[in-house]
């Protein structure tokens, strides 16, 4: 069962990440591997209640990777780190299956710092479902729920529960429900989508930008207009100043 565990792990990584030329070097090469490896064993040891083992076994894995998963922290099958430098995943966490996350992601708690024995055994940290993909920078904060194939973009902070099958993005991150219902579930890099990962306030201020620019132009010509018409008018008055003199000359 670990062996076939580990296969389906590495197979992750092939269909995932299209640099993944071959068993061996996943194997040999990725420290995203590398860390579950560290993980499976400090996992089935926290199990057995040989806690400080386990999180010295964590603890090297960390050393040796630069990604900390806290042996308590319970993670499905085929789960893959791509990149992986920075990642922290908290001792509460849940992962689901087919889970995806990118370089420097936090699954964190949010718990108090008092009274921190109060807190043992209470779920501080998040719960991402089956097909989730975390891009870089994110930040996934408290026992919130990430529903399966839901997407967090890169440097979102998430601290509210998402919708199984959107997107969620900024900061704090807003959920965006795909326009193409058919791409929910597709495995898309750093959470990203043929729709981008378009921030619905950013996209509102947009608009009030463009509509502004579009105002002040108005403003513009109308003032040109007014004052051609001046102008014109100026003109008009003068000529017809000229011409009373010059006909009063005449006389």
């Known amino acids: 069962m670990f062996f076939q565990g580990l296969q389906e792990d590495i197979e992750a990584y092939k269909v995932r990440d299209p640099a993944a030329r071959s068993s061996l070097e996943i194997v040999f090469l990725y420290p995203g591997f590398h860390a579950l490896l560290f993980y499976r064993l400090s996992h089935y040891l926290w199990k057995l209640g040989m806690h400080f083992l386990g999180r010295m076994i964590s603890q090297v894995g960390r050393w040796f990777t630069g990604i900390e998963i806290h042996p308590g922290a319970i993670i499905g099958r085929r789960f893959v780190i791509d ?6 995943v908290g001792e509460t966490s849940e992962i689901g299956d087919d889970v995806t996350l990118y370089h420097d992601v936090t699954l964190g708690g949010v718990s108090p710092a008092v009274n921190a024995h109060e807190q043992v055994g209470v779920k501080r940290h998040p719960t991402l479902g089956n097909g989730v ?9 408290g026992p919130v729920l990430v529903g399966e194939n839901a997407k967090v973009g890169s440097n979102a902070v998430v601290s509210k529960d998402v919708p199984a099958g959107v997107t969620a993005v900024g900061i704090p991150a807003r959920a965006i429900m795909p326009k193409n219902k058919s791409e929910i579930g597709d495995f898309w890099a750093y959470a990203t989508t043929t729709e981008g990962q ?11 930008r463009e509509e502004i620019k579009a105002l002040i132009n108005r403003v513009d010509e109308l003032e040109n207009l007014d004052k051609k018409q ?3 008018e ?3 008055g003068k000529n017809s100043s000229l011409s009373k003199r010059l006909s009063g000359g005449k006389r």
């Open 230 to 232: 001046l102008r014109d």
């Open 83 to 88: 990149h992986g430098m920075g990642v922290v």
């Open 133 to 141: 993909i975390v891009g870089s920078g994110a930040q996934i904060l």
């Open 234 to 236: 100026g003109q008009v």
């Open 198 to 208: 378009p921030d619905p306030i950013l996209l509102s201020i947009e608009g009030l």
